[in-house]
């Protein structure tokens, strides 16, 4: 008797927390389902509020004629010292860029659409991405001259800086080997300056859109915000090390404390380069610096 009455009641313990389950459940997918299809109504009106953008034809074939006749047909409209001014750069380095980066990036290949008109041409698309990182502009300042719009600017530019670390960068973005160190030195002896490799400095940028809560960390004595630029170049310019970024309250021993241009040489991974001065075996070398260094 009493394992019947147990069982009736362990029955109706399970009947309830079943019937309560089920009422969370339910109320659980109802509220859910509620809720995203709110979202997703929410979503469709936005999109239907969205604009489509529209269709400018740019007649992009005449922005491609007029940047030839400007500067590179044989006879332009702007003479040499003009092209080196606004490319930042001489036409036949700016030439062999374009050349590599229509064979060996497919972004800058010229191509057809699927009517066969012809898309924007290398030189359009090398030039957008010069003008906007030489001049610091907008990407929608070139739409009128060379035809093409903002946001395929932005590619251009993209893909150009993206192109140029992968195409130059093992030749261009590297420390001097032992070949480049005694190259240097025979320059720098023959110049009159024996056991010099380059010289170092900083200057600095103005960063016209500094945040008002940053400006007195990056301001020095003419009152406007500067970023420091590190650099180490040689003879021929060459840049061997750069350091961008500390802020223009440091003196030049500040940035160069922050700077990793003597790791290597702290950590004894420096190439070694032995040469002889008056007869003397050297195996250090130096950089031609102002002042404020220490010797």
């Not at 057809?112 to 030189?123: F, P, Q």
């Not at 960390?217 to 170049?233: D, F, M, N, W």
């Not at 702290?266 to 260094?293: C, F, M, Q, S, W």
Request: proline fraction near 4%; charge should be negative; glycine fraction near 6%.
């Amino acid at each position: 008797m009493a394992s019947s009455s147990n069982n009736t009641f362990e029955g109706s313990l399970d009947d309830a927390f079943d019937e309560h389950f089920d009422q969370f459940f339910y109320h659980c997918f109802d509220t859910t389902l509620e809720n995203l299809i709110i979202a997703y109504g929410d979503e469709e009106e936005a999109r239907k509020k969205r604009k489509n953008r529209a269709y400018i034809e740019r007649n992009r074939e005449e922005g491609h004629v007029r940047l030839w006749n400007d500067y590179f047909s044989e006879t332009p409209t702007y003479p040499e010292n003009i092209f080196r001014r606004r490319f930042r750069m001489k036409k036949p380095l700016f030439m062999h860029i374009v050349d590599r980066l229509s064979n060996e990036v497919q972004f800058f290949r010229q191509k057809k659409d699927a009517l066969g008109r012809l898309g924007l041409s290398t030189l359009q698309k090398c030039t957008a991405a010069i003008r906007v990182l030489a001049y610091g502009t907008a990407a929608d300042t070139v739409d009128e001259y060379l035809r093409l719009g903002e946001s395929t600017t932005r590619k251009c530019v993209e893909h150009f800086v993206e192109g140029i670390i992968n195409l130059f960068g093992d030749e261009y973005l590297r420390r001097p080997i032992p070949a480049d160190l005694q190259r240097l030195l025979d320059i720098g002896e023959y110049r009159g300056f024996p056991r010099m490799i380059g010289s170092i400095d900083c200057m600095h940028w103005e960063w016209k859109n500094c945040p008002t809560a940053w400006k007195g960390q990056y301001c020095r004595g003419s009152g406007k915000p500067t970023i420091v630029l590190e650099a180490v170049a040689s003879y021929d310019l060459w840049i061997w090390q750069a350091f961008f970024g500390p802020p223009g309250t440091l003196n030049d021993i500040n940035v160069l404390d922050r700077s990793p241009v003597f790791d290597d040489i702290i950590k004894g991974h420096a190439p070694e380069v032995t040469y002889y001065v008056n007869g003397r075996e050297y195996h250090l070398t130096y950089y031609l610096t102002d002042d404020i260094y220490p010797k």
